[in-house]
């Protein structure tokens, strides 16, 4: 027998296990690639299952099984088997799913293949599901920033979870993160600091059969928290994203797209045909702003206290994570017409984050909107010399110039614009209605004397 260490752990956490640990422990012990080892953490179960795991580990001495004395929680005892990996891959598998033969053995020649992919993961088969069938993801991207964008604007699964990755994601940190709400929706978030670690790969094939049970803790806990508490959950989830994106190495403009990428997620979610809709009543657009508004505050910062907002010294990747969510807060007031909650919001973004060419822009916007033209002008200018070369911006400037009675300004603005997006349809429409009025009377050219 050699004494090479195997090469790929799986790691199972157990919890009231008894009655089907053995089908899961059977379809690892069955798959075509045996250089593995299976280590089984029981957390303090109502059941038998401390005596079930350790009868499987006398018949295979590549079983281990460590049990718990205390209570860890899902979350916990994820982590606490995680703990214990010490080979060069591993396999998160939950204690009642399985596993096609092939699986260990297609996705480990998948990441052979591929040098610098951190986790190869495959389609998933829903069994037990009111709606069975396969559920997959497509990730693309060659950086975090690509890659965690690719995530949010899907829909965002823990599916790479239940993929065989490589440990040194491990030494570099990544866990499942705990939260109020029995880790509400933890994997997303592990998944996204996955993508942080390197790109996940999928092989496009149904290798993999996910239990869905009455009683797990999706479907037992998740789904039936008061609408209140689903709010708070889905905050608290915002924000633990939030933090995820804030521990990337991201430049200021990535890092403000991935918090409106995020927010724009949890409106997805939040509003009819999304998560909490179920078992709900449809959420409302104040619901969203609540939820946006506590992400806020969960990250260490209460939007209504704008001394704080001045004063602050908060992390600078935390400050962007800040300005976006009220950037996204203030462009969904704008979508729904609440103008003056959206010019508060952009501001307190553009507080947080004077960098952000896009906030003064939105903000400039909104300012000519509610009849507030200095300002609107101040905003618009900031954004021009940011980004001098956006024609958005110089057709914007134009507008407002025009409401202040500078025709002659307006018109060069104008211009500007469409030397920068030539036959932009709104400019040439506008530039065509200034030439065609003419300038007022005071700047007309005087005549020379006869």
């Known amino acids: 027998m050699s004494s090479r260490p195997p090469r790929v752990t799986v790691a199972i956490p157990a919890y009231n296990c008894e009655a089907f640990i053995e089908a899961t422990v059977s379809a690892v012990q069955d798959q075509t690639y045996d250089d593995l080892t299976i280590v089984i953490s029981v957390d303090k179960s109502n059941d038998d299952s401390r005596t079930a795991c350790r009868r499987i580990a006398s018949m295979d001495e590549r079983v281990t099984v460590v049990t718990q004395q205390g209570s860890l929680g899902w979350i916990g005892n994820m982590n606490a088997v995680l703990d214990l990996v010490a080979t060069e891959l591993f396999i998160l ?12 053995e297609r996705l480990v020649a998948s990441l052979d293949e591929r040098q610098e992919v951190v986790n ?30 690719s995530f949010l604007s899907g829909r965002p699964n823990g599916i790479p979870l239940r993929g065989v990755t490589r440990s040194s994601v491990l030494d570099a940190g990544v866990r ?19 993508l942080g670690q390197g790109a996940c790969h999928r092989v496009a094939e149904p290798l993999y059969r996910k239990l869905v049970r009455a009683d797990s803790v999706s479907e037992s806990d998740w789904n039936r928290l008061p609408r209140d508490r689903q709010l708070l959950a889905w905050a608290e989830h915002g924000a633990a994203c939030a933090r995820a994106i804030s521990s990337m190495k991201l430049k200021p403009d990535e890092h403000h797209s991935l918090t409106v990428a995020l927010l724009a997620r949890l409106r997805r ?5 999304g998560n909490l809709h179920r078992g709900h009543d449809a959420a409302t657009f104040d619901d969203t702003h609540l939820v946006a508004a506590l992400v806020i505050r969960l990250l260490g910062h209460d939007p209504l206290d704008e001394s704080s907002v001045r004063s602050s010294d908060l992390d600078p990747g935390v400050r ?33 984050d004077s960098s952000n060419p896009e906030t003064w822009l939105q903000l400039g916007a909104t300012d000519f909107e509610l009849d507030r033209i200095d300002a609107g002008l101040k905003a618009t200018r900031l954004a021009g ?10 057709h914007m400037l134009s507008v407002l110039l025009e409401r202040t009675g500078d025709r002659v300004a307006a018109v060069a603005a104008a211009e500007r614009a469409l030397e920068l997006d030539p ?6 429409e506008h530039l065509a209605r200034l030439v065609e009025e003419g300038p007022p009377v005071d700047q007309q050219p005087k005549r020379s004397g006869g």
């Not at 979610?269 to 045909?273: F, V």
């Not at 996204?328 to 959206?342: P, V």
């Open 320 to 352: 962007r994570t800040m300005a976006g969510v009220r950037y996204a807060e203030g462009i969904e007031y704008r979508t729904s017409g609440s103008l003056a909650a959206a010019a508060d919001a952009l501001e307190a973004a553009a507080r947080l």
């Open 93 to 104: 598998l939950p204690h009642d799913d399985l596993l096609e033969s092939t699986y260990v």
């Open 269 to 273: 979610l939040l509003l009819p045909g």
């Open 385 to 394: 010399e940011l980004a001098p070369d956006d024609a958005r911006v110089a």
């Open 423 to 428: 036959g932009r349809p709104r400019t040439v």
């Open 176 to 194: 499942l993160r705990p939260n109020a709400f029995n880790g509400f929706y933890a994997g997303t978030v592990y998944v996204m600091e996955l």
């Open 120 to 149: 190869a993961y495959c389609d998933i088969r829903l069994v037990g599901a009111a709606t069975p069938g396969l559920f997959s993801l497509e990730i693309s991207g060659d950086t975090p920033y690509e890659r965690v964008l």
